[in-house]
């Protein structure tokens, strides 16, 4: 349990250290070591979770399954690989003259603020305390969307302040509706604890919940960007800092996902009727064939990649939707998948977007020419996130496909119409950037594509074989969720 | 089962709940900013005794504490921050012109029978009285969503945010007696920071497009122009 208080204490200590710190040269290397002890810690705690099972802390305030315990792994990792991303990165944009040192403090500071708030999400059996986590890693970020101060980022913050903080609002009021229905069979101390609230599922009134359950997929559905609540999604990632749209694609919209999750496990529990999971379908598909729809229109290639972004937050969703066992394993492994391939894209984008000075995507070319590295990265992990053999996010979209085929049949036209479209979306655009002629003086810039290597190396091996101890982990973590275990 | 028969704590809560919403729609038809802040602060000022009250007749001091935390914040903090805001822009004599106050106002009504209609299967799980402390709760939400697509300043979108919140408050305190301690903590740490993130807000809003308002801010959408 110790490894668990570590895990927060760190980047507590991160928030404090830097904000009274301030800026000098080598802050972004100690930014690095922040998270680095924060990922050791973590792994700390997945042994122990592995040697003994789910860990609840003695005063109960904490929970470590094997559902979130790999999602907390997955945070601090890609806090780290976006940390190792961020460090050069910020030091070139200060060279331009687009931030000052005030800024950055304010950028590392908030950076562990982010992640504070999403091991909170992660690491807390309270479902309030879910609910002001997650708020709080709105607050955390809205500051960091708005880094550049232009009128543009200005706009794009105070649309995803507003939207995330009027959409999470939704999702107080389905957590008090949740605890309004847990105090009428238990004691109010400790109503709101998820493992008190999961073992008297089968006594909570079925209808409240239901209805608690609308509000929590509106509220926590904002921040997942399910459309059509994803307004703020696209803007807030083209106008941020790059590392903030890795760790926000990354990070907070698979947490999102998960308070979902945590809130539709219960639904399940007391109602008969499979309402929760049609609403999640229903919304998953949505979201999925809109943002295939606009990948096709776009002309930044970041509001791009937010909208492929938006597509795979839809395919998750979808898939906890149907329920099922290998619906749910999918999902699980699709969240890991994902979000390394997205974070590794754009850690490539970023770079790019600097060697062509602009993140218009008719202006970016010639890629491979100028800086192979970058060049190839964008190009594997695009094929990546389209969902190519042999890479794991086509073993995931494979398993939901036989999941939906099983379940669904008639939704799989559906699903391959959409996958299609959004591959064709993403080609198209990244085709001439990876391949086209070189624009005269364009230069490489100073980078660091481990992240990527990294990243897109673990995606190709989750996608050949996935490890013993993780496929034991995501098939606990199915029969917690779906109630029955995959093959 | 009529009013009368119910007993003092009932009673006063069915009147706060009446009082509440009835604040929620004079900020919806208010046009001039001042006046906006000040009913908006007369709201809080209800959750606070309504609080109290609860805290008094059912013995749970620690609801004190939140009626104390609902006072400092939306009563003087939040309101504070925002005329001051107002009188610095100068912008306490303009009235803004609201397109169609009926339709608004109207549809105001209908959101208040909607959430009798979304919240109507819990009445047989308890007494009437939850019913109504939750729609109205639930009404004083989505005006306040209601305010912040009427209203183009970036002032009221804070009043109306911050009216979503004093409704979600109000449905805590009714309907459970208080959320427990640590997530009411949390929730009026996370409002506290919301309130001085947004008054940063309005000066960055200020410096990019020299107004407040925020049909201004339009650069960013998927329309080609």
């Known amino acids: ?487 | 089962m009529s009013i009368e028969q119910t007993d003092f704590y009932t009673q006063a809560i069915l009147s706060m709940a009446a009082l509440i919403g009835l604040t929620s729609f004079l900020m919806l038809g208010q046009g001039r900013l001042l006046r906006l802040i000040f009913v908006f602060a007369l709201q809080g000022f209800l959750l606070t005794l309504t609080t109290a009250l609860a805290a008094y007749i059912l013995k749970n001091p620690h609801l004190y504490i939140s009626a104390v935390l609902t006072l400092m914040l939306k009563v003087i903090f939040i309101p504070w921050m925002l005329k001051r805001e107002v009188i610095q822009t100068n912008m306490h004599r303009d009235i803004e012109a609201l397109h169609n106050k009926t339709m608004v106002m109207l549809s105001g009504a209908c959101l208040m029978v909607f959430s009798y209609y979304v919240l109507h299967p819990i009445v047989h799980t308890t007494a009437p009285v939850m019913l109504n402390a939750l729609a109205v709760s639930l009404s004083v939400v989505l005006l306040g969503m209601l305010l912040m697509i009427s209203h183009r300043q970036a002032i009221a979108h804070v009043v109306g945010f911050m009216s979503i919140e004093n409704g979600l408050f109000f449905a805590a305190i009714i309907a459970t007696k208080g959320m427990p301690m640590v997530v009411e903590l949390g929730i009026a740490f996370d409002v506290l920071v919301a309130a001085v993130l947004f008054g940063i807000f309005f000066l960055h809003i200020r410096s990019s497009i020299d107004s407040l308002d925020v049909d201004l801010l339009n650069k960013l959408n998927e329309v080609d122009k």
């Not at chain 1, 995507?361 to 594997?380: A, C, D, N, V």
């Not at chain 1, 810039?445 to 101890?469: D, E, Q, S, T, Y």
Request: aromatic share 12%; glycine share 10%.
């Open chain 1, 1 to 487: 349990m110790i490894a668990a208080y570590l895990v927060l204490f760190i980047p507590f200590a991160g928030i404090i250290f830097f904000a009274l710190a301030g800026h000098k040269a080598d802050t972004g290397k100690i930014n690095v070591r922040f998270n680095l002890i924060c990922l050791l810690a973590t792994i700390w705690l997945a042994v122990n979770v592995l040697n003994q099972g789910t860990i609840l802390s003695s005063d109960k305030a904490f929970l470590i399954d094997p559902f979130n315990v790999y999602l907390i792994v997955l945070t601090a990792f890609i806090g780290l690989t976006t940390a190792i991303f961020s460090s050069p990165y910020m030091a070139h944009e200060k060279e331009l003259g687009k931030l000052t040192d005030n800024r950055l403090r304010l950028y590392y500071s908030m950076y562990q603020g982010f992640m504070l708030a999403m091991y909170l999400v992660l690491t807390t059996n309270n479902m309030g305390v879910m609910w002001v986590a997650m708020e709080g890693a709105t607050l955390a970020t809205v500051m960091l969307v708005s880094l550049y101060r232009t009128p543009e980022s200005v706009e794009a913050a105070w649309k995803y302040f507003i939207l995330c903080g009027v959409g999470i609002a939704q999702a107080l009021f389905g957590t008090i509706l949740l605890y309004y229905a847990a105090v009428q069979i238990g004691d109010a101390e400790n109503s709101l604890l998820w493992s008190v609230l999961y073992e008297n599922a089968g006594k909570l009134n079925p209808e409240i919940l239901e209805i608690a359950f609308v509000f929590m997929l509106i509220g926590y559905g904002t921040k997942i960007g399910l459309v059509p609540l994803h307004n703020w999604l696209p803007d807030a990632h083209s106008e941020g800092p790059t590392p903030m749209s890795a760790v926000l694609s990354g990070l907070l919209l698979n947490d999102a996902l998960y308070a979902v999750v945590r809130n539709k496990m219960l639904v399940d529990g007391a109602s008969e009727s499979n309402v929760a999971g049609f609403l999640m379908m229903g919304f998953g598909m949505l979201s999925f064939l809109v943002a295939a729809f606009f990948l096709h229109r776009q002309k930044d290639i970041k509001r791009l990649f937010s909208y492929s972004s938006i597509e795979h937050m839809g395919i998750m969703t979808f898939a906890f939707g149907i329920g099922g066992a290998s619906a749910t394993f999918a999902a699980l492994l699709h969240m890991t998948v994902h979000s390394l391939t997205k974070s590794a894209i754009f850690v490539t984008v970023g770079h790019a977007a600097q060697v062509a000075g602009t993140q218009s995507m008719e202006k970016i070319r010639g890629m491979i020419r100028t800086q192979p590295s970058i060049g190839w990265g964008l190009l594997i992990g695009t094929i990546a996130i389209a969902g190519f053999p042999p890479f794991g996010v086509f073993t995931s979209e494979f398993l939901v496909l036989l999941a939906t085929m099983h379940s669904y049949p008639w939704l799989t036209p559906l699903l391959l119409l959409g996958i299609g479209i959004a591959f064709a979306g993403l080609f198209r655009h990244i085709q001439p950037i990876v391949y086209g002629e070189r624009p005269e003086g364009q230069l490489p810039v100073k980078a660091n594509l481990w992240p990527v290597i990294i990243h897109l190396g673990l995606v190709l091996w989750l996608g050949l074989a996935i490890p013993g101890f993780l496929a034991n982990w995501f098939s606990q973590a199915t029969s917690l969720i779906s109630g029955s275990a995959p093959l």
